[in-house]
């Protein structure tokens, strides 16, 4: 990597003295990966700092003069190529909500780790105002029974996806028009996600205390299965094109030859199911496409543009029994979860105020947790229809030999885009530069928590680095993601879209788990993640699918071997290894 690691990435942030603390907490789920300046220009500065500016505002938490830049925020901050959170303007928020603490921010939406500092309260970080005005959003998020905003956003996506016009017939100005068309829409979305995102918190909160009350804080996990998700519908899909592949000879033959050849095998057969399954999974990526590893950076490739991830995981659920179909798996959790309803609904019926609390805090946590997930989906949604207009534009430039691959137009910023198009002589080295370095920090684990310096590039330590592996006996802790318990072999998976050796029944160790990751838990008997807190896509999701699942094991795809027998708890969120491979 020579010298170029020591200077600094073209993406990173400016540090202000009012929000010192960035964490990748909850980053690391959604944002795993090395961010293009192209992602950060057009995403995170154009669309979703405006976009977390105004939810704040609106939910009452912060003012607009009290933001940094507040005409042009920059609240997802870019060290060493990684995005990270806003810790302290995220802790803010719990330190005017009643109710709430910046304590509980935290074990709500950020990995417990050693290296997070502790909140550091400022003198202006009072507010009897925001208070106030956060006292009502909070009333709002304990008795809304619905979220008309994201089913308007969902209309308007889809609207977007169906109205999508022959990108090959634009002119490079249209393309660049297009994409950028988008901006205003995804700040929308994100707007309302973040209304969303930042109360989810408050009824499963809510839900542990009754059940702590009643001697049972474990049954709070519980109560939080089977609901569902947008980001779990894929995986139902998935599923369905599985069992149509396991009942064909001829699909099945196909699948046989690997994931990267499967299409290619099917389009050259002369067959009536063949042709049904390509029509279904053309169907399939129109609706569910826009999924990908990393998805909110432009950068991603999203099933649409490489549909290997689906159908790796299509194979998976071709050759898994009929017990692990996630609708027999929900209908499980489900029963379980309305069991555990009526048991604590009998405890607390002779006290009025838990018993209120108790439905309150239940429907809020359906509400905004489902929610969250739907958000989600409408926000990436409108990133990929920006994703494959500049894809296009991309590969015209390839085509002309411009620049020798389409993901170099990526490592342009949007100020740079109108160059490229008319005088790309003049920054094509700048952006093999760019691209040159930006392989680099695939090769480097950021740090966890950036506060008040701005790390150098070689404060991060190399992928390859990796800490000592367990022993029989050892017992890793994580955060209790789902209800269950499962005792399996342990596949080390690093790459949702090479999940080569993974066979149904083993268990997922993963290091994050984005909604590309989702397909992959159908066929497995539980998912052992690095990181993830409460409010992570891996537990809402894992409980909606009825998986086993344990969050915030640090450094599980380091120290558990791959192949080993290990049992995970994840009503306790332990991780016991009971043999090696």
């Known amino acids: 990597m020579g010298d170029a690691i020591n200077i600094g990435w073209i993406g990173d942030s400016k540090l202000g003295d009012r929000f010192p603390a960035w964490t990748r907490g909850n980053a690391a789920d959604v944002f795993p990966d090395p961010f293009s300046p192209l992602g950060k220009s057009l995403v995170l500065l154009k669309g979703m700092s405006p976009g977390l500016r105004d939810a704040y505002i609106d939910l009452g938490a912060l003012n607009y003069d009290e933001y940094e830049n507040p005409d042009a925020p920059d609240l997802f901050k870019i060290f060493g190529g990684y995005v990270y959170n806003p810790l302290t303007l995220t802790r803010i928020l719990g330190a005017r909500m009643p109710g709430a603490s910046p304590e ?21 970080h009072i507010s009897e105002s925001n208070e106030a005005r956060l006292g009502e959003s909070v009333g709002w998020a304990m008795s809304a029974q619905s979220l008309p905003e994201l089913d308007d956003d ?104 690997g994931p990267d050849s499967v299409l290619d095998e099917l389009r050259a057969l002369d067959s009536p199911d063949a042709d049904d399954f390509l029509e279904r999974f053309d169907t399939f990526l129109f609706e569910h496409g826009s999924r990908a590893q990393n998805e909110y950076d432009l950068y991603a490739t999203s099933w649409e543009v490489r549909p290997r991830i689906a159908l790796a995981a299509i194979d998976l659920m071709r050759r898994s029994a009929e017990s692990q179909a996630p609708a027999v798996r929900h209908e499980a959790s489900v029963i379980e979860r309305d069991r555990i309803v009526a048991e604590i609904r009998g405890k607390v019926a002779e006290d009025a105020e838990a018993a209120g609390m108790f439905e309150a805090a239940l429907g809020s946590a359906q509400l905004f947790l489902a929610g969250r997930e739907r958000a989600k989906t409408n926000l990436v949604m409108i990133i990929n229809e920006m994703r494959v207009a500049l894809r296009e534009f991309g590969n015209r430039l390839a085509e002309r030999g411009t620049i020798d691959r389409i993901e170099k137009v990526f490592m342009a910023t949007d100020a740079e885009l109108d160059r490229l198009r008319h005088s790309p002589e003049t920054i094509v080295s700048t952006l093999d530069a760019r691209w040159d370095q930006f392989q680099t920090l695939f090769e480097r684990k950021p740090v966890f928590v950036v506060n008040g310096r701005v790390p150098d590039l070689s404060e991060m330590t190399p992928r390859e680095h990796s800490v000592e592996s367990g022993i029989v006996g050892t017992v890793l802790t994580g955060s209790a993601g789902s209800s269950g318990s499962a005792t399996g072999r342990a596949r080390v998976i690093l790459d949702a879209a090479d999940p080569e050796g993974l066979e149904p029944g083993d268990i997922l160790i993963a290091p ?55 049992t995970i708890d994840a009503d306790a969120g332990t991780v016991t290894i009971d043999a090696l491979p």
């Open 154 to 257: 969902r209309d308007m996506v889809r609207a977007q996806r169906a109205q999508r016009p022959d990108l090959s017939s634009l002119s490079d100005a249209a393309l660049l028009a297009r994409a950028r068309s988008m901006v205003p829409l995804l700040q929308r979305t994100f707007e309302n996600a973040m209304r969303v995102s930042s109360l989810s918190g408050l009824g499963p909160g809510a839900l542990g205390a009754v059940c702590e009350g009643i001697g049972d804080a474990s049954l709070s996990i519980r109560l939080l299965a089977g609901i569902e998700v947008d980001s779990a519908a894929p995986s139902h899909a998935m599923w369905e094109l599985g069992r149509i592949a396991a009942a064909s000879d001829a699909v099945s033959a196909a699948f046989d030859a």
């Open 512 to 566: 994050q788990t984005d909604p590309s990751w989702v397909p992959l838990f159908v066929p497995a008997a539980g998912v052992v993640v690095n990181v993830g807190a409460m409010g992570s896509h891996a537990m809402i999701v894992s409980r909606e699918l009825g998986v086993p699942c344990v969050v915030s094991v640090a450094d599980a795809t380091d120290v558990i071997p791959d192949g080993a027998t290990i």
């Open 104 to 124: 509980m921010i935290d074990q709500a939406f950020f990995d417990e780790r050693d290296e997070v500092p502790p909140y550091d309260e400022q003198p202006w």
